[in-house]
């Protein structure tokens, strides 16, 4: 199936699902979002929280949904095969409980997706061997259609049945490998209801931006014509004149007392008006709407101030190397790095295997907290800071440190938008703004009362973002570049969160079939 199958739980459920790899890679699945209380070892991202399962071998997630509502996913996570390797996991209320909004009539999850006219697996090794930027996508699809505005796809085109007046749910999922996109229907407003399994307080748009791994819940009441509308998905294209798939996919709201047309007459569906592919604005706007519902449960005090550069970098060709290895600007090789750290994943044992048992050479826990050399982040940087230090670094945290965290995008190469994940964790976002974020002006700006809670977040073009945490959740937990181009290239870190006091801020056992490597 592409995508693959949803899954419908209720919050409170636990999970056991077993993964038969039939593929002829290595693979894991990370279930996008959960929270995964003490089963680290089920999070899924190869050589962190596991070895990877071997072709033919076969591995058992377990764990439970707790105080999670909305709409999360699941995914590979290893090398670029969550290409083709998703679906939903939607989290309806316990038993008994309802949704903070009136029930929708029906629900529809749509999974943006990003396909390539050949094995991606294959684009991301050549983009490896030349050093130079991975080739861009061919399509996007809604639920593995890319719709009407492609050669020869249309009689497939994804459809979304409506009545006139009912309001509908409609769960959607950034799951493309590389872009951000801006999502629309035609002449119909959406009201935003949750994000990422977190209920927000209400706001109404005409348009949503979507990083990867994000979700957004909206209601949408069919209040037109009766009618057909397109549905549509594009780029937010972010990086300064960096290529990317410009093109548009479709899917269709389609009411079922629009009159049909005579015979041998097509009438296409109402075509939205999409924002620009630069349109920042859009993206700022959209991204500042989102609240809690409620008075939020903000750390005050707080235990780590933690300052995170993200962003590109270059290395120089290494002595001996073909010109054919180093295709990337003037000769280099692209690499990405946060705090100047371009992260490296083991191969022997996976990051938790090592912290639970004590394995030494695996990992040294000397990641910076802060830049190793202030700079203007955002201005022109000079060559000699672009080049990162390759390395297996993570951060310790305490078990219940209050964690502030300040993610700095830099303008090494090009400024872009970074969907900024964080495993095992919700987070809130109390602010994000332009520039380099300057202490003395910019924590004015925080939001203490009702910032919404997320587990990726968009650090904005150029600019940053805060989030704040309880590190309550014992492991290892990678944060990262939900953009899998700049995972490959190093643009993550992992967080050692030790256990607590008791058997409840302990991290459980590794089950007896975790995978070796």
Request: hydrophobic letters at 35%; glycine letters at 8%; charged letters at 15%.
């Amino acid at each position: 199936m592409y995508p693959g199958p949803t899954l419908e739980v209720n919050n409170g459920d636990t999970l056991v699902i077993n993964v038969v790899n039939r593929a002829r890679y290595n693979a894991t699945i990370h279930w996008h979002g959960v929270r995964q209380m003490r089963t680290g070892w089920a999070d899924g991202p190869e050589f962190v929280t596991q070895c990877p399962i071997r072709p033919g071998g076969s591995y058992t997630y377990r764990f439970t949904i707790q105080g999670q509502e909305g709409t999360l996913w699941w995914h590979a996570h290893s090398s670029w095969l969550r290409a083709t390797v998703y679906g939903a996991l939607i989290i309806r209320p316990k038993e008994g409980d309802s949704y903070p909004f009136p029930k929708p009539r029906r629900e529809t999850p749509l999974l943006l997706g990003e396909w390539w006219d050949a094995n991606p697996i294959d684009v991301v090794r050549q983009a490896t061997r030349t050093g130079a930027a991975p080739n861009v996508s061919d399509a996007y699809t809604i639920n593995g259609q890319p719709g009407d505005l492609y050669n020869c796809s249309s009689k497939d085109t994804i459809i979304v049945p409506v009545d006139s007046g009912e309001t509908n749910l409609l769960r959607i999922i950034n799951s493309g490998l590389n872009q951000q996109l801006f999502f629309t229907v035609a002449n119909h407003k959406l009201t935003v209801v949750g994000a990422d399994a977190s209920y927000v307080k209400p706001f109404t748009t005409t348009v949503l931006m979507l990083g990867p791994g994000q979700t957004t819940d909206v209601l949408i009441t069919a209040d037109q014509l009766p009618a057909r509308y397109y549905i549509a998905a594009r780029a937010y294209a972010s990086a300064q004149g960096a290529p990317f798939d410009n093109t548009t996919t479709t899917a269709i709201l389609d009411y079922k007392s629009a009159p049909c047309p005579a015979k041998d007459v097509s009438v296409k569906p109402v075509m939205p008006n999409l924002p620009a592919f630069n349109d920042t604005a859009t993206a700022t706007a959209f991204s500042k709407s989102f609240r809690s519902p409620r008075k939020a449960l903000v750390p005050t005090e707080i235990d780590e101030n933690l300052f995170f550069t993200v962003g590109l970098g270059l290395n120089n060709c290494p002595i001996g190397s073909s010109p054919a290895n180093c295709q990337g600007p003037n000769g280099t090789r692209f690499t990405a790095s946060m705090n100047n750290v371009s992260f490296v994943l083991p191969s022997s044992f996976s990051l938790l295997q090592a912290h639970q048992q004590g394995i030494p050479g695996v990992f040294t826990t000397d990641f910076p907290g802060v830049p190793p050399v202030k700079f203007d982040y955002t201005g022109n940087v000079s060559q000699s800071l672009q080049q990162p230090v390759p390395g297996t670094k993570v951060y310790k945290l305490k078990y219940g440190a209050r964690v502030q965290l300040v993610i700095q995008g830099t303008s090494i190469f090009t400024a872009e938008n970074h969907p900024i994940h964080l495993h095992g964790y919700d987070f809130y976002i109390i602010a994000e703004g332009f520039g380099n974020f300057d202490p003395n002006k910019d924590t004015a700006k925080f939001n203490l009362v009702d910032p919404p809670l997320r587990n990726t977040a968009s650090v904005p073009v150029g600019g940053w973002s805060v989030i704040r945490f309880v590190a309550d959740n014992p492991g290892v937990w990678l944060m990262h570049c939900h953009l899998d181009v700049h995972i490959t290239w190093g643009l993550a870190m992992a967080f050692i969160v030790e256990n607590g006091v008791g058997e409840l801020e302990t991290l459980e056992l590794p089950p007896a079939d975790l995978p070796l490597c």
